[in-house]
């Protein structure tokens, strides 16, 4: 096949951080969706900076050409009760149902260090550590991704940094003890590079499984000061350890991924989503950069 199964959208969180608000405080919504349009984005994902009232937002997207195509999902399933995480759930589907979108996403942060400051990633990430552990873990998700299912949406799960699923040992094991039918997965080849894993062979091994792909890249010498200076997530992220695809500072075999993604039969959407300071790295300009090299390597 080729790339016509493939859209094209990008993350607010290049322009607004969820997690550290003063990282792009000064830009505004507007500012935000006009420039994902004006880089050539079809759709986005959503920030917190959005309006939640949906008439308004879809007036806002219709008018820049864009649409929503899946919105992270804060899973506790290791904190709080399976009730809780079903009603948050499930006010989120109806969230996305109304806007179109066919995806779902999100990472477990029960246990997470990701949104902490001051934990060394490295040294502080979640951890399913009983067989109890990954049974209450994967029947809730399969519980949730059940009922996204039989809302014509799919539960795709981010493995991400600091979290009980960060490397490729861990999501074999999510991956094997899920229903493929209710659980699928968000890759995202930055967390799993960052992870210290190969993101090409990663790609491959579950691409079949992927209902929705993040593209960011990660710039060695940053990733390296992670390590020396057991740096914590966030620091990471505000001293520039991602960047986008296209950026010659990145290490990423992108062409690669892109092969594997055309060989495949993935339909759905591919979004660049690397969280950057604004203040460092123009949104923009960033933006642009990126869609420009995605339109060289697929030719959309």
Known sequence: ????????????????????????????FEQCVSEMALAGFTGCEVGNKFPRDTNVLKKALELRGLQICNQWNSYEL??????????????????????????????ETGNSCQGQMNVPVFEGKGMLNTREDWDNFTYGLDELG???????????????????????EETDRLLNETNPDY?????????????????VAALNKYIGRTAHIHLKDVRPNVLQRVHDERLS????VKNGVFTVPGDPEGCIDFPSL?????????????VLEAEQDPAKANPLEYAIIARNFFRGLTGI
């Not at 890759?187 to 210290?196: N, V």
């Not at 892109?258 to 591919?270: L, M, N, V």
């Open 146 to 168: 059940k009922i996204a299912r039989d809302r014509g949406m799919k539960l795709a799960f981010h493995h991400h940094m600091g979290t009980c699923v960060q490397t490729v």
């Open 78 to 107: 290791t904190t709080k009760t399976f009730a809780e995480n079903r009603e948050n759930f499930t006010k989120l589907l109806d969230f996305l149902e109304i806007m179109g979108a066919k995806v779902i996403g999100g990472g």
């Open 233 to 236: 997530f966030l620091t990471a």
């Open 258 to 270: 892109f092969g594997i993604i055309k060989e495949s039969d993935y339909a759905g959407w591919i």
């Open 183 to 199: 659980v699928f997965l968000n890759y995202d080849c930055g967390h799993f590079h960052f992870a210290g894993e190969d993101p």
């Open 1 to 28: 096949m080729n790339f016509e199964n493939i859209k094209l959208g990008v993350a607010p969180i290049n322009w607004t951080n969820d997690d550290m608000p003063e990282l792009g405080g000064e830009n505004t």
